[in-house]
């Protein structure tokens, strides 16, 4: 045994040896490679759905109403997040568990989200959904916003897991959560204004376009119930791969029907676009409408005009805020903005872009950083900052510049005051940001771009568009900006196979400065295919033999094109060459000059006007058109070339296509040989060939008087346009001139009225002055009550009747015990305002002093009783005044 306990530690001690001379000798690069940072821990996903409610005031009988119809059980958490006073404990959760059945707890640690069961913030704290925990944290804020905190931290934490109702309060609280939600794939609810005790908090959310649907709290708690099974939500909690898993790749004709339906309505195509993101907001709109098979939302789609709207603004909605990404604002400021102002002076213009702007933040962020460079510059350069997007109802709202008070956290409290103005708990941009900025509905894809930019800013847009697509619009932007103008991509993002255009200047933001080459032509008729989906799939032996039997007919297809096909042209209604067809260098030329790819300008000199008259009968007809035996002389031969043109479209698309067919008939023959061969034929046929060409010449010139007369027709309608325009724009300033005059008239009205309040109310302080001093200086008790025998006013000397100061006014006068003996002074007061009359009655102190207590009803100007007066003068030998001081006697002993 103890042998075999030696050879036990003799192999240990050998291995440990071995494992250390190993060690040693390991290469550098293995060395590098175990130094290599660990990796990022995997975002750990909810363990159920998250409800978030979020309420002001009037949101906790709301939020009672809604868990009172929600079932016990129901698979979701539930976190209500209320306006709660910072300074006092509170009962909400006690309260709450009044109206559920469902356990609820007031956070007070970080918690692990449990099914069926409610959650509720406590005062003076927020929570936040952190690694699939809910997470306290302290309030900062001087402004509450705890709602949007939640909604946000459950929209990156959750993703479609996550459902935002907001409910009745004040202010704007939540609307900037419910947008994240929405992004992220989740649901969100707002309550209804006629249930809301105080609506404004949810009208903000409306307003903003980011609620999915306006219900009572009964009828959230109803469609809570109804989605809580729904596939959308379930898969929601699993992960990644489970997620991928289950998406349903065969149903690329119902895709085909829904974007189509969208094409019609809206004339967008989104066949370019990335599957994963539209797959994810269809689905999330088949979970709003309970609908589980894509076949049926389609359907549904067809003739629902207002939810192909709802699903065209989902596909477009996108996360943006004010200075998203600091840094980056931070680096224009201090290097990119004073390079491009640098070579501006007052003459020049400053021109930037943002394409897919969506709710404008990114844009007024970009014009405020200019105006913070320039400085005291500012009024003397143009500036001129263009946004653009997809969405008509996005360009709305961001031309209107009013974004809720959640903004404070992204703009800072000195841009605020600087560049923003406050509004009822939002906040609209200032007029000088707002002149500079124009919003406009642009496709970017298809739509020509702005020119002459110094800057152009498309970030977190080409994300969402398919490679092929890239390739159009990343030359677009190219040629678009000025030389040495920028091009700003998000972080995910890149300019790819056209690194030859763009230089990398800061790899960080990802900032791009432009080449000084040539812009690429955009992508031709032939290399352009309508994209498809790519469905990941396992390929197989038959998949594999099928792509090469394809390609082999490609190719051959290919060469006979290439070697009997006629030459030809693919141009558009604008005569603007597209693509170039088999050997076309015979019949067309580049003239001396600016470079042009029209074709009336390619086509050599002698077949312009035959095939001039040719398109024109095309496009007038939208027919194929022919025109035979045109005449081509080139190098001193002549030969006959039939044209043709084609009319067709692409599937799929309504743009209209030209293609036009030249057909050489004859080989070439010298003209002077012509004559000699043929004889009178010769010249006969000559005769036939000018005729022909002078009655295509007399055609073309009439087809070119036509369409001027057409262009001036156009251009007389339009000018009728303008100046009605005009017109009504005169008219408009005539109605604002009126409007001024009538405003400036009420202003002066209101100057004047307030001069007489205020001489008003100096009177009034004269008087009251008056009063106090005269009734201070005549020495008598005197106690003013009203008609409920309240004291409202009394005399210093009234202390030792009465009892009463003047800290006491207010209070009833049976509160006080006066030092005279009467028993039933509130009877005689009572009496005294009835009947008007006077009452007098002699009474003793405790001391036997007498005194005359006299009570008058009290008239007010109008001569109405609001209450008594009582008076008490002494009548001991002493004297006697009268309260009113109108009649005064003295004895004298």
Sequence with gaps: MRNAMAAKRNSKRSASLSRTKESRTKSPQSKRAKAKPKSKPAKKHLSCPIVGVGGSAGGFEATMELLRHLPAKNEMSFVVVQHLDPHHSSKLASLLGKATAMPVIEITKTTKPQPNTVYVQPPNKCVLVKDGKLVLVRRTRQVNVSIDQFFESLAEAGGSGGIGVVLSGTGSDGTAGLRAIKVAGGLTFAQDEGSAKFAEMPRNAIRSGFVDAVRSPREIAREIRHIIEHPYIRRSIASDNERAAKLDYQKADDLGRIFLSLKKQMGVDFTGYKFETLNRRIQRRMALHRMTKLSHYARFLRNNKKEIESLFDDLLINVTRFFRDPSLFTALRNRFLPAILKNKDRQSELRAWVPGCATGEEVYSLAISILETLGKRASDLRIQIFGTDLSEAMIDHARAGIFPGAIEKDVGRARLKRFFEKRDGSYQVGRRVREICTFARQNVVTDPPFSR????????????????????????????????????????????????????????????????????????????????????????????????????????????????????????????????????????????????????????????????????????????????????????????????????????????????????????????????????????????????????????????????????????????????????????????????????????????????????????????????????????????????LLVRRVTPAARSAFNVLQSDVGRPISDFKPNIAIADLEDLLREVIETLAMRERRVTDREGRQYSLRVRPYRTTENKINGAVITLVDINGGGEQEADGSKATKRTK
């Design 453 to 788: 930019l110094d800057l152009i800013s498309c970030r977190n847009v080409l994300i969402y568009l398919s490679p092929e697509l890239h390739k159009r619009c990343i030359p677009q932007f190219h040629h678009a900006l000025n030389p040495g103008g920028y091009l700003i991509l998000g972080p995910a993002e890149s300019v790819g196979m056209f690194d030859e255009l763009f230089n990398l200047v800061e790899k960080k933001n990802k900032i791009y400065a432009k080449k000084m080459v040539a812009t690429p032509r955009p992508t031709g008729l032939a290399d352009y295919q309508v994209p498809r989906f790519a469905h990941p799939a396992v390929k197989t032996i038959s998949a594999q033999a099928a792509t090469f039997s394809e390609q082999l007919v490609r190719a051959a297809d290919h060469i006979m094109l290439s070697a009997y096909a006629p030459a030809a042209v693919v141009i558009d209604r604008e005569l603007h060459v597209h693509q170039f067809r088999g050997r076309s260098e015979l019949y067309l030329e580049h003239q001396p000059g600016p470079s042009s790819l029209n074709l009336l300008q390619l086509v050599r000199s002698s077949l312009a006007a035959d095939l001039r008259n040719a398109i024109r009968r095309c496009i007038k007809t939208n027919k194929p058109a022919r025109t035979d035996r045109s005449i081509l002389k080139h190098n001193s031969k002549t030969r006959e070339v039939n044209i043709q043109v084609v009319p067709f479209k692409i599937p799929g698309t309504d743009k209209e296509w030209l293609l036009v067919i030249f057909d050489e008939t004859t080989k070439g023959a010298k003209p002077g040989k012509m004559p000699q061969l043929l004889g009178k034929t010769a010249s006969q046929r000559e005769i036939t060939e000018l005729r022909r060409e002078l009655t295509a010449s007399k055609e073309s010139v009439q087809a070119i008087i036509e369409e001027q007369e057409a262009t001036n027709e156009e251009l007389k309608s339009a000018n009728e346009e303008i100046e009605s325009s005009n017109e009504e724009l005169q008219s408009t300033n005539e109605e604002l001139e009126t409007a001024k005059e009538e405003l400036q008239s009420t202003n002066e009205e209101l100057t004047t009225l307030n001069e007489e309040l205020s001489n008003r109310n100096l009177e009034m302080m004269e008087m009251n002055s008056d009063l106090k001093n005269l009734l201070a200086s005549m020495q008598l008790p005197i106690v003013m009550v009203d008609n409920d």
